[in-house]
């Protein structure tokens, strides 16, 4: 990791001369290096192309898709070493708001925090969730819950990039209480929930038509704290365009928080969070980075 650390610095300071079009250029090489190079992480990422597009493992089309979202993750890594540069000013007058049904995103968030209890955004690790979250920020207040690096010193230099343009960061440790606390202030957590969980840990959903575990902890915040949950992505196009979209308010039905009754709203909460993500992946598979097997066996 120390290693990864000092190249990270490296980059840092290089990254900062480089055009866009090389900048992405270079991340999309790394990006396809290591899918060829990794052979699990390739498996998995061609496995999970295939549920989306319900082909088989071996169709080209399915490798392609695969292939071309570690591009894509390359090309976010390499906008996340540009972070301290990055123009947000230029970026409000070229985003494309795609948002259905309310008057663009904020439409949405204002309806989500008119009852005073916060907002949970239901993230995903799709497009670029670091570019979303800065932008957010500069509107709303907004926290992210964070995972470490087994390198404090990269742990360091990532969490200080995220917190330099006004995030705030909540460590996944012992995050329940820190998040509930947010909330109750009627601000933004965000938490990217498609993580696959072993059965006995996690919820049930139903993900492209086949049967999943993900953890419930995000709805279960909802649930407890009265928040929304509300599903916002940003991505890039084909053509470098810039995407954002959020999705209506999920409100946690009253009465529900006990028993058998707050186990099923869990379960509606989480589902309904996966519908979101699963349209926006549908439409654009190869900005979702899931890197890990996301379906067990069947």
């Known amino acids: 990791m120390s290693s990864i650390y000092h190249l990270a610095r490296a980059g840092y300071g290089l990254v ?5 079009g090389a900048r992405h250029g270079i991340g999309k090489v790394v990006g396809s290096s290591i899918y060829l190079g990794w052979k699990s992480k390739r498996i998995h990422t061609q496995q999970n192309m295939a549920h989306i597009t319900g082909r ?3 169709d080209p089309y399915t490798k392609r898709l695969a292939a071309a979202s570690w591009k894509n ?12 540069h990055f123009d947000f000013e230029r970026l409000e007058h070229e985003i494309h708001d795609l948002t259905e049904g309310a008057n663009g995103w904020r439409g949405y968030v204002d309806q989500a925090l008119a009852p005073g209890r916060g907002i949970v955004v239901a993230s995903a690790h799709f497009g ?20 470490n690096f087994n390198d404090p010193q990269m742990t360091d230099l990532v969490l200080g990039q995220r917190k330099e343009r006004g995030i705030g960061l909540i460590p996944m440790e012992g995050s329940a209480r820190r ?7 009627n601000q933004l957590v965000a938490i990217a929930v498609d993580r696959p969980v072993p059965q006995e840990e996690g919820v049930e959903i139903n993900f492209f038509g086949h049967k999943t575990y993900v953890p419930g ?29 959020a999705f209506p308010p999920i409100f946690p039905r009253a009465g529900m928080s006990s028993g058998a009754n707050k186990a099923a709203e869990i379960a509606r909460l989480t589902q309904c969070m996966f519908d979101a993500i699963e349209e926006i992946v549908r439409a654009w598979p190869t900005q979702w980075y899931m890197f890990r097997q996301f379906w067990s066996s069947e």
């Open 217 to 245: 902890g995000p709805a279960a915040l909802a649930l407890k704290s009265g928040a929304a949950i509300l599903p916002g992505f940003m991505w890039y196009g084909q053509r470098n365009e810039c995407f954002i979209r």
């Open 16 to 20: 900062k001369w480089t055009p866009r």
């Open 179 to 185: 998040i509930l606390r947010v909330l109750q202030q």
């Open 73 to 84: 993750y390359g090309r976010i890594i390499a906008d996340f070493m540009y972070f301290p």
């Open 56 to 58: 088989s493992i071996r």
């Open 128 to 147: 670029n969730y670091d570019m979303a979250a800065a932008y957010f920020a500069r509107h709303y207040p907004l926290s992210i819950v964070t995972e």
